[in-house]
Structures are given as structure tokens and as C-alpha cells.
């Protein structure tokens, strides 16, 4: 189903998170993207209800009815390597995929779902943060575990692809050769780019890995995993519970997992100060691993709620790669706009992602 290829169609993007749902309104054309509301609704709220605000704020507002409907979907799987129109079959498969990603992957579906209820037969697009690391080279795509693991999809995926994105199309004739993403926020990743494209990122089969968050551990010996099964008796359900919700800043400090919270105790809580130290450091230490692999670096960009507005963290990093000379820059990571343009390129015939 096209959109209307004449003129610009409104299209709602939709970022569904595991206690928030970001959305925007856009007027999208071939060549334009003009938000017409974007609105951010927090807290623990069912999928249907969102998405009924959703409807009603929209309509208090006098704004157009969507012409279409784009999602943020974490985690395609192994089947599912590119942004897509949505059916039946194609939810099927981010049905089966959602194991990699528990966080995300359950919230996305239900407000999916919710969105095909509200707004009928609106064409529905899913967005993956796995596309653009797609074209991963081997050597940075294949986990050391034996070819019949691999051969079941267990491999590198990487996430944050659409931040990612909207930061290659931002930079625009200015993009260089050699760029690290560094997203920060309560999920973090730091992405090498070449001429444009993903060669390497720091998380890996799940958004689980790579730099400390704000409750995921990032990169953990695994016989950590080993240890906690054999000797503590924890299952599957509190192995999960534990590297997702329970580690990273908030379990190096016992605090909180807001850096800005951290922040605000540091100065009389030495496990507060801890946290943030080394969460500076795990983010520096795979900000030089990148610049290895691109074999140099000409601009690191800070993108995501603590690296746009957190310039004490920007800066503790920055100082520790003074060896490494390069410009540096902030800029916003734009994933709904993202998630607006592929919606209307896929729904005109055009193939993205």
C-alpha cells in the first residue's frame, strides 16, 4: 500500500520502551520530515491504554489521522534482517525473536498489537535496531562458540541501529571515513562506522552486552553465569532478573540507576562515585577498541539522555582518549524521525535498511 507519493502523509512513529512510549506525529514527503507533535508518556502503563492516549492526544490536538504506523522493534532475529512491512507472518517471527531482547521485545509487540486495534487497517511498519548492523563482517559477527550454535542465529547482532542511523543522515556530506557512535543512556552501546556502514558495536546477540548500563551488566565473565547455576541454585528467570534489572549502575552503587541521581550522592557516597567512574571507563575503554578496529578515528559523536545532556560524564571519558586526538561532537539521537522516514520509503516501494 503506497502512501500519497504526491505530496506529504502523515505518519505516527511509535518507541516503545519497558516502562515508556515515546511517539511523533510526522508529515513525511520524499525529501521532508516535519514533526507535528511528539509527546513521551512514562510510567507502567498497559500497551492498550497507551496507545488509546495515544488517539485521544491526537485528536485533542486536531492532527491528522496517521496515514500509516512505524515501530521501534529491538530485536529481529535471525530471519528478520531488514526494516519491514508488518503481517502476520512477519510478526510471527519478531513473536519468536522476542527471547533475545525481554526487556523490549514484549512491550513492542503488545503496542503493536494495541496500534492495529486503535487504528484499523493502517499499514504497520517495524523499524529494527538490528538492521543496521546487518552488514557486520564476519570477524566482528561470529561469536567463539561451536558452527552448530552459530548456525542457529547466536551471533553478534548489535542494537541502537536506528540512533545510529539518524546520526549518519545528520551528519550528512559531513559523515567521515572513521566514526564511533557512543549511545548513552540506560542502554548503552558504542558503534565503529565506516564510510557510513557498521563494522563493529559493543553489544552483542542481546542488548544485554558490551558497556556497563544502568541495570544491565554489559560484558561478564561467563563463568560468573557458570558459578551462579552451579553454586547459588539460580535458574534461568533470576539469571535474567539479575543481568538485566539488577546490575550496572544501580548494582555497583546500590543507589539508583539514573546517572543524575548518582550525581547527587557522589559527593558523600563513595559507591555512588564508583558507579559513575566506572561506567566512564568501560565507555572509554570501548571507545579505543573501535578506533582499533577502524584503525584510526576522524570524529566520536555522544548521542542518547546521558550523552547529549551529560557533559561531566562526556568529559571524564573524553580525558582518558587525550592520546587519541579527534573532534568530538553531541547530537541528538533522533529515532522517531528515523522510524518515520523508512515507514514511508517502505510503504512507497522503497527499500531501506
Given at each position: 500500500m503506497a502512501l500519497d507519493t504526491l505530496g506529504a502523509s502523515p505518519v505516527l512513529a511509535l518507541n516503545s520502551g519497558s516502562s515508556s512510549l515515546k511517539f511523533a506525529l510526522y508529515s513525511v514527503g520524499a525529501s521532508s520530515v516535519e514533526a507535528l507533535l511528539a509527546v513521551e508518556l512514562e510510567g507502567e502503563l498497559h500497551a492498550r491504554d497507551a496507545v488509546s492516549r495515544v488517539a485521544q492526544l491526537l485528536s485533542e490536538r486536531k492532527l491528522p489521522a496517521p496515514a500509516a504506523i512505524?515501530?521501534?522493534?529491538?530485536?529481529?532475529?535471525?530471519?528478520?534482517?531488514?526494516?519491514?512491512?508488518?503481517?502476520?507472518?512477519?510478526?510471527?517471527?519478531?513473536?519468536?525473536?522476542?527471547?533475545?531482547?525481554?526487556l523490549h521485545a514484549p512491550a513492542a509487540l503488545s503496542v503493536i498489537r494495541a496500534a492495529q486495534d486503535q487504528f484499523g487497517r493502517q499499514p504497520q511498519v517495524a523499524c529494527l535496531d538490528t538492521a543496521f548492523h546487518a552488514g557486520l563482517p564476519d570477524v566482528a559477527r561470529t561469536l567463539p562458540i561451536p558452527r552448530d550454535l552459530q548456525a542457529q542465529g547466536i551471533e553478534r547482532y548489535g542494537f541502537h541501529g536506528l540512533s545510529c542511523e539518524s546520526i549518519v543522515r545528520q551528519l550528512g556530506a559531513a559523515l567521515p571515513g572513521r566514526l564511533v557512535i557512543a549511545h548513552l543512556g540506560s542502554g548503552a552501546s558504542i558503534t565503529a562506522v565506516k564510510n557510513g556502514r557498521s563494522?563493529?558495536?559493543?553489544?552483542?546477540?542481546?542488548?544485554?552486552?558490551?558497556?556497563?548500563?544502568?541495570?544491565?551488566?554489559?560484558?561478564?565473565?561467563?563463568?560468573?553465569?557458570?558459578?551462579?547455576?552451579?553454586?547459588?541454585?539460580?535458574?534461568?528467570?533470576?539469571?535474567?532478573?539479575?543481568?538485566?534489572?539488577?546490575?550496572?549502575?544501580?548494582?555497583?552503587?546500590?543507589?539508583?540507576?539514573?546517572?543524575?541521581?548518582?550525581?547527587?550522592?557522589?559527593?558523600?557516597?563513595?559507591?555512588?562515585?564508583?558507579?559513575?567512574?566506572?561506567?566512564?571507563?568501560?565507555?572509554?575503554?570501548?571507545?579505543?577498541?573501535?578506533?582499533?578496529?577502524?584503525?584510526?578515528?576522524?570524529?566520536?559523536?555522544?548521542?542518547?539522555?546521558?550523552?547529549?545532556?551529560?557533559?561531566?560524564?562526556?568529559?571524564?571519558?573524553?580525558?582518558?582518549?587525550?592520546?587519541?586526538?579527534?573532534?568530538?561532537?553531541?547530537?541528538?539521537?533522533?529515532?522517531?524521525?528515523?522510524?518515520?522516514?523508512?515507514?514511508?520509503?517502505?510503504?512507497?516501494?522503497?527499500?531501506?535498511?
Open positions: 512505524g515501530h521501534r522493534v529491538v530485536h529481529g532475529g535471525a530471519r528478520l534482517r531488514r526494516h519491514c512491512v508488518l503481517d502476520e507472518a512477519m510478526l510471527r517471527e519478531l513473536e519468536a525473536a522476542a527471547a533475545f531482547a525481554p563494522i563493529d558495536t559493543s553489544m552483542s546477540l542481546t542488548p544485554s552486552g558490551g558497556v556497563i548500563m544502568g541495570t544491565r551488566c554489559g560484558d561478564l565473565d561467563p563463568g560468573i553465569i557458570v558459578y551462579l547455576l552451579r553454586e547459588k541454585k539460580l535458574d534461568a528467570a533470576q539469571l535474567e532478573d539479575l543481568v538485566n534489572r539488577r546490575c550496572g549502575l544501580l548494582g555497583i552503587s546500590g543507589i539508583d540507576a539514573d546517572m543524575r541521581r548518582l550525581h547527587e550522592a557522589a559527593w558523600s557516597k563513595d559507591a555512588a562515585q564508583l558507579a559513575i567512574e566506572m561506567f566512564c571507563y568501560s565507555v572509554r575503554k570501548q571507545v579505543a577498541a573501535m578506533a582499533a578496529a577502524l584503525e584510526g578515528l576522524d570524529l566520536l559523536v555522544f548521542t542518547g539522555g546521558i550523552g547529549e545532556g551529560d557533559a561531566a560524564v562526556r568529559a571524564a571519558i573524553c580525558d582518558g582518549l587525550s592520546w587519541l586526538p579527534c573532534p568530538v561532537r553531541v547530537l541528538p539521537a533522533d529515532e522517531e524521525a528515523q522510524i518515520a522516514r523508512h515507514t514511508w520509503d517502505l510503504l512507497n516501494g522503497i527499500r531501506v535498511g
